[in-house]
C-alpha cells in the first residue's frame, strides 16, 4: 500500500502534516477527517513513486485474461444472490484470486466504494479491464438493483467469448505450424544447403539455366543479408504494432482483415455474432437503441465494422428502422435481415437478436470445422511449389552435369 504524504489544518486550524498508507487519495482524505483534520494537499510519498517507476514484480505478472473476468462475473453473481453486500464481495474475491493485477484493481474498487462511487463508476477507471459494455450492463444493475442478473448476463457473454477464441485457436494451430516449419526449411536451405551446391557446380564450370541462376542468386542475397533480414523482421512486428494502434491504421486492417482467404469469412461472422449478442443484452437491460449501438462498437474489435455500427446508430437517431439501418450497413445476409424486420414487427428485437447471433455462432463453427480441409490444399500447393523450385534449380543442372559426363566416357 503506497504512503501518502499531506498537509492539513486541525480543528484550531493550525497547519499540520504528516504521512499515511492508503489505497488512493480519497482514502487518505477520510483517513484525516476522521481524525479531525481537513487535508489541503495530498502527494503520493517518494518510496511509493520510485516502487511504481519499476516494480519487477508488476512487469512478470499475469495480466487479466477473459477467463479471469469469467470467474470473477461468476463469483459476484453467487455473491450478490446470496445477498452479500458488493464491499464484502470485492474483498472476500480480493483474498481468494490469484491474479495479482485483479486483485489490485478490486481493492481499488473495495476503496472507491468505501468513498461513496458507485461500481459502475468505480470500474470506469480500469477501461483495459472493463470495457465500456461492462461498466454499461454494472451501470444498469445497480440503477435497478438487479446487479447480480448483470454479472449473470457478463458471465454468460463472457463465456462465449471465450469459447469462440478457443476453437479459432485450436483451428488455427495446424497451418500455423506447417507454415513455421516450412518457413524453417526455406532458412536453412538458403543458408546451407543451394551454397554448398553454388560451389559444385562453379567448380564444374557448366552453364546454368535461369532457374538455377535465380535460385543461387537469391540464397547469395538472404546469406550476405541475413543480419538485416533478422533485424528487419524482429522490428516489422513492433512496427506492425505502432501503425494497427493509429485510427488509421486499426481501420485499413479491419477491413483487411475481412478479405483473409478462408480466415475472412470466420472473422467476420464472429465479429457479426459478438454484435448481435451484444446488442440483445444491451436492448433486454434497457439501454436505448443508440447508447446500445455506441457501445457495442466499442465492444467490436474490428474499427471497420464499429464504423459500420456507428452509422446504424445515426440512422436510428434519425427515425429509422433497425430493418433499414441493419440494409444499409450491408453487413447482414438477406436471413439475417428478414429477422430484423420481424423483430421489427414485433417489437422483439433482442430475442431475434440472441437467434443471429446463434446463427453466426453455428456458421462459425461450420467453418472452423471446414478450415483444414480448406487450408490443407494451399498448404500442399506451397509446399509442392517448393519442391519443383528445388527440382527445376538444383537437380535439373545435375542431371545435365550426369549427361554431359556420359557423354565424354563414351
Not at 454468460?156 to 506447417?178: C, D, G, H, Q, W
Request: charged letters at 20%; hydrophobic letters at 50%; glycine letters at 8%.
Amino acid at each position: 500500500m503506497p504512503t501518502y504524504n499531506y498537509k492539513g489544518r486541525d480543528g484550531a486550524g493550525n497547519l499540520v502534516d504528516g504521512s499515511v498508507d492508503a489505497a488512493n487519495e480519497n482514502a487518505v482524505a477520510e483517513t484525516l477527517l476522521s481524525r479531525g483534520v481537513r487535508p489541503v494537499e495530498i502527494k503520493i510519498g517518494e518510496s511509493a513513486n520510485k516502487k511504481g517507476g519499476f516494480d519487477l514484480s508488476s512487469i512478470f505478472s499475469r495480466k487479466i485474461s477473459q477467463n479471469d473476468l469469467l470467474m470473477f462475473c461468476r463469483q459476484m453473481y453467487t455473491l450478490s444472490k446470496a445477498g452479500i453486500p458488493i464491499m464484502r464481495a470485492l474483498h472476500g474475491l480480493g483474498d481468494t484470486i490469484s491474479n495479482k493485477k485483479l486483485v489490485e484493481v478490486l481493492k481499488q474498487l473495495e476503496s472507491d466504494l468505501a468513498g461513496g462511487l458507485p461500481l459502475a463508476v468505480a470500474m470506469k477507471k480500469f477501461p483495459k479491464v472493463f470495457n465500456s459494455l461492462f461498466v454499461a450492463l454494472v451501470n444498469v444493475g445497480e440503477n435497478t438493483g438487479r446487479l447480480e442478473e448483470a454479472f449473470q448476463q457478463l458471465a454468460e457473454y463472457i463465456s462465449l467469448e471465450v469459447e469462440t477464441k478457443r476453437r479459432v485457436k485450436s483451428a488455427m494451430r495446424y497451418p500455423v505450424i506447417v507454415i513455421s516449419f516450412i518457413v524453417l526449411a526455406m532458412i536453412i536451405l538458403n543458408i546451407w544447403v543451394i551454397p554448398v551446391f553454388a560451389d559444385m557446380f562453379g567448380k564444374f564450370g557448366v552453364e546454368l539455366p535461369l532457374s538455377t541462376r535465380i535460385l543461387i542468386g537469391t540464397s547469395n542475397f538472404f546469406v550476405k543479408y541475413v543480419w538485416f533480414i533478422f533485424a528487419l523482421l524482429f522490428l516489422l512486428p513492433f512496427a506492425w504494432l505502432w501503425w494497427i494502434k493509429t485510427p488509421a491504421g486499426r481501420y485499413k486492417w479491419g477491413k483487411w482483415q475481412l478479405k483473409i482467404p478462408v480466415m475472412g469469412s470466420i472473422l467476420i461472422r464472429s465479429q457479426l455474432a459478438r454484435f448481435s449478442r451484444s446488442f440483445a443484452i444491451m436492448i433486454r437491460s434497457g439501454v436505448s437503441l443508440n447508447v446500445a449501438l455506441t457501445l457495442v462498437a466499442d465492444a467490436i474489435d474490428n474499427a471497420y465494422l464499429a464504423e459500420k455500427v456507428l452509422k446504424m446508430r445515426e440512422g436510428v437517431e434519425r427515425g429509422e428502422s433497425m430493418y433499414q439501418t441493419a440494409v444499409a450497413s450491408g453487413m447482414f445476409s438477406p436471413l439475417v435481415l428478414q429477422m430484423f424486420a420481424v423483430g421489427d414487427e414485433t417489437g422483439q428485437i433482442d430475442t431475434l437478436l440472441i437467434e443471429v447471433a446463434e446463427h453466426y455462432d453455428r456458421e462459425v463453427d461450420y467453418e472452423l470445422k471446414a478450415l483444414t480441409s480448406k487450408i490443407e490444399p494451399i498448404l500442399l500447393l506451397v509446399v509442392a511449389g517448393m519442391v519443383l523450385i528445388l527440382a527445376l534449380g538444383i537437380f535439373t543442372p545435375m542431371w545435365d552435369m550426369y549427361g554431359a559426363m556420359q557423354g565424354k566416357h563414351k
